[in-house]
């Protein structure tokens, strides 16, 4: 069990003296806080919380606004090598960040903050202008004054636009009051000029209406000419575009000026904030504050020591509800560490759940290096990888090791199969001449998997190491499940359902190797003049183990652990008929589920040596194509060798993570893991651009 065994911690205080423990727990970083129903606020912890909310969103809407991501991206670590590097923030008190971001963020955003407003002012202006210029456009040639028209005391007077279809229409309906008809640039539109009696203006509005068409108005401001007010939009436009052109100008470079600062900036506000917010409601009493919280056991010496100047205690936990709801905090080496990300995918363990992580960095690079096996193209991926751990933050910097061991595994599973970059290593000046000297002790290692040519013999050989890795990984997830259940205390589903899974597997997997030891002569396997070998099996039973004996014991084993997993299937429905379970489904699910599930799953392991054929093959084809199109002499050969690579890398490294990635979550983690426990918090969450230094009094 590689998962830090934790202590429940303690601190009573006078509520007023909350913000200083705020910042002692800050300092000690590894406090998961446990959240109480208590009401009670703490005016002084609020105030400093309001001031950190305050900060946070004027700098995150200026980030926003100038669209600066939070992470250097991939590709801008690939092409331009970006790193931002840490800022070291020297505090004693958590108040000290709230107030160092209120006297140093407005002179970062400040400038910022005003061309944000500038710009989204103009372009504000654009889209009115526009939609005015739009409307104008249609009416643009009319050079009539409408500042006039409207409703006077004899007369009603107004423009309208029409469709050109409906002006007949119009003029029958108003037959008798004066209509004036101009045409427009639009065939689809025409102007109306209509001039009825004041006692009429009811009427004309109310069938021009029916026709969705109202009065023809120029905004407030503008020329109430169409032709004038068109010109004027227009010279307006064309200086709010300049305008607008400027000052996306101006955003750019302060963009690029200001982008550490802004995102050190925006990082700290955000942790002042986060972290007054975890703490912002400790439990206790109106004048005294409790705050409880899960620590890790090996830091309860470190605990005590920050938290001292007040009543500070730490005790096992016993209570079973807290047991229950207790975080999962990884404590692996760093190695293993790596590969946690895989495991967080399938989520947290439980408590008493057995972390797989260890499991996963021991199978990872196996599998990824055997279905990738290339030592040049190994290398490449290698060197991609601890470029974005170097380089990258966060959980790019965590996958860039996952890539980089993955590359490495690839470049050493490349020297067994003695292939780079599809040619032969043998073949390869530099390392021919290392091979026949110094290295020429390890030189039987090159090639010692080759699939190179691609026979049937190396076909056969890689399947059989395949098949091999699968077992190890389906047995290890069988006893797991075992072990499981022994700790949970299911020992009768453990002794009628696991273990016999357990011999059942093992069983078809022997079966299995007898057939390939027999020649696939599977009806006679068990007549005695099938004397040979036994794949794998015989190597570890000794030379006594042969095919038809082995076969015999084998189909015992098989039929042995089946009827044990049909009576305790039968058992089990007799004892919860709830679960809707019947003798007839028991037997079925066993005679036809469990058996072909065992032998499906060893199968899919095959994909293994799969892939490292059709890598094999694709190298294969654009070696043969880059040796016809005229070699290191020939442009287009070159190209084809360089894009081929770089094209089986890209596609053939994807395809090998996820089928890395199907093996464990879908063939091992179902066998045994649950997961879903809730990950450890810790009060300060990852930083990326800052580091906290706490000056000790």
């Known amino acids: ?258 982008r550490r600062d802004i995102l050190s900036l925006h990082e700290s506000a955000f942790i002042a904030k986060e972290v007054l917010e975890t703490l912002r409601k400790p439990g206790g009493t109106k004048r005294f504050a409790v705050i409880q919280g899960y620590i890790p056991k090996r830091m309860e010496s470190k605990f005590k020591e920050v938290t001292k100047q007040w009543m500070s205690v730490t005790e096992d936990i016993t209570d079973q509800k807290m047991l229950q709801s207790a975080p999962t905090l990884f404590d692996n080496k760093r190695w293993v560490r790596t590969f946690e990300v895989i495991t967080q995918s399938q989520g947290i363990p439980k408590r008493g759940e057995a972390d797989p992580t260890p499991m996963i960095s021991l199978m990872w690079p196996i599998f990824y290096g055997i279905m990738f096996a290339d030592l040049g193209h190994g290398l490449l991926l290698m060197g991609l990888g601890l470029l974005f751990k170097v380089k990258g933050q966060g959980n790019l910097a965590r996958w860039g090791m996952l890539i980089a061991i993955s590359g490495a595994s690839a470049a050493v599973a490349g020297v067994g199969s003695g292939e780079a970059f599809g040619f032969h290593m043998i073949h390869i000046e530099p390392i021919e001449s290392l091979l026949e000297g110094p290295l020429k002790p390890v030189s039987w290692l090159v090639g010692v998997i080759s699939v190179g040519e691609l026979t049937f013999e190396q076909v056969i050989t890689i399947l059989k190491v395949s098949i091999f890795l699968g077992v190890i990984h389906l047995v290890w997830a069988f006893i797991l499940r075992i072990k499981r259940l022994a700790k949970e205390g299911h020992k009768t589903m453990m002794i009628t359902e696991a273990i016999p899974n357990l011999t059942l597997y093992g069983g078809i997997v022997v079966i299995m190797m007898c057939a390939i030891g027999s020649s696939y002569d599977v009806m006679n396997m068990y007549s005695r003049a099938h004397d040979e070998v036994v794949p794998w099996v015989t190597i570890f039973l000794g030379d006594w183990a042969r095919v038809w004996i082995i076969t015999r014991i084998a189909g015992i084993i098989v039929i042995g652990s089946m009827a044990t997993m049909m009576v305790g299937g039968i058992l089990h429905a007799k004892h919860h008929p709830e679960d809707g379970g019947s003798a007839a489904n028991v037997v079925m699910e066993v005679f036809l589920g469990k058996t072909v599930e065992c032998l499906a799953h060893t199968i899919s392991y095959a994909r293994i040596g799969i892939m490292l054929l059709v890598h094999a093959a694709l190298l294969l084809t654009v070696n043969n194509a880059y040796q016809s199109l005229g070699g290191a002499s020939s442009p287009a050969a070159m190209a084809m060798i360089i894009g081929g690579n770089l094209g089986i890398m890209m596609i053939e490294g994807l395809i090998v993570y996820i089928q890395s990635l199907r093996l464990h979550l879908y063939e091992f983690f179902t066998k045994w893991y649950d997961g879903g426990a809730q990950p450890f918090r810790q009060v300060v969450p990852e930083m990326l651009y800052n580091q906290l230094i706490w000056k000790r009094k």
């Open 1 to 258: 069990m590689v998962v830090a065994e934790l202590k429940l911690g303690s601190i009573i205080l006078p509520r007023t003296e909350s913000p200083q423990a705020v910042s002692r727990l800050a300092e000690f970083e590894w406090f998961h806080k446990i959240e109480t129903e208590n009401d009670l606020v703490t005016p002084e912890i609020d105030d400093l919380l309001l001031r950190a909310q305050k900060m946070y969103q004027s700098v995150d809407d200026v980030v926003k606004g100038l669209q600066i991501p939070l992470q250097v991206g991939i590709l801008e670590i690939l092409f331009k090598g970006t790193v931002i590097k840490k800022n070291q923030y020297e505090l004693d008190e958590i108040e000290t960040i709230v107030s160092d971001l209120e006297k140093k963020g407005p002179s970062i955003i400040e400038n910022a903050a005003k061309l944000l407003d500038d710009h989204a002012a103009t372009q504000r202006s654009i889209e009115e202008y526009s939609t005015i210029k739009e409307t104008l456009g249609i009416v643009k040639k009319l050079n009539i004054d409408l500042g006039g028209f409207g409703l006077m005391k004899y007369f009603y007077t107004n423009l309208f636009v029409i469709n050109s279809t409906e002006y007949d229409e119009i003029s029958r309906t108003l037959e008798g009051i004066v209509i004036y008809k101009y045409e427009l640039e639009s065939k689809d539109k025409v102007a109306i000029l209509v001039i009825s009696d004041a006692v009429d203006s009811d009427k004309v509005l109310k069938v021009l209406r029916t026709f969705n068409a109202n009065p023809f108005v120029i905004p407030q401001g503008l020329p109430q000419t169409p032709s004038q007010a068109y010109s004027l939009i227009e010279s307006k436009l064309a200086d709010l575009t300049k305008t607008e052109k400027s000052l996306s100008g101006e955003i750019a470079k302060i963009k690029k000026s200001i």
